[in-house]
């Protein structure tokens, strides 16, 4: 018999916006969508203009596809377990 280690489940905007309103504050929220913006060569102002968890939406839904967003949501839940900010100073 053989043994396949598990395909990672595709994250959702909606996981990662959830995991980010329950984990961080809202400052930590906004500058996480500052850092997605200049990581993706995209300026900060695209995301909108509503409040950090909108933005953080837009940026995750948009600019990211749903590799990158599995690979932010895991990012994101070992840093913040580990009692890191959500975005590298």
């Given amino acids: 018999m053989f043994v396949y280690p598990a395909r990672p489940v595709d994250a959702s905007a909606e996981d990662i916006v959830t995991f ?48 990158r967003r599995t690979q932010l949501l895991r990012w994101l839940r070992h840093r913040v377990a580990q009692g890191r900010p959500p975005v590298p100073g």
């Fill in 20 to 67: 980010c309103s329950d984990a961080v504050d809202a400052a930590d929220i906004e500058r996480l969508v500052g850092w997605l913006a200049w990581r993706t060569g995209r300026n900060q102002a695209m995301a909108g203009a509503g409040p950090p968890a909108d933005r953080l939406r837009h940026a995750a839904e948009h600019w990211l596809d749903d590799e």
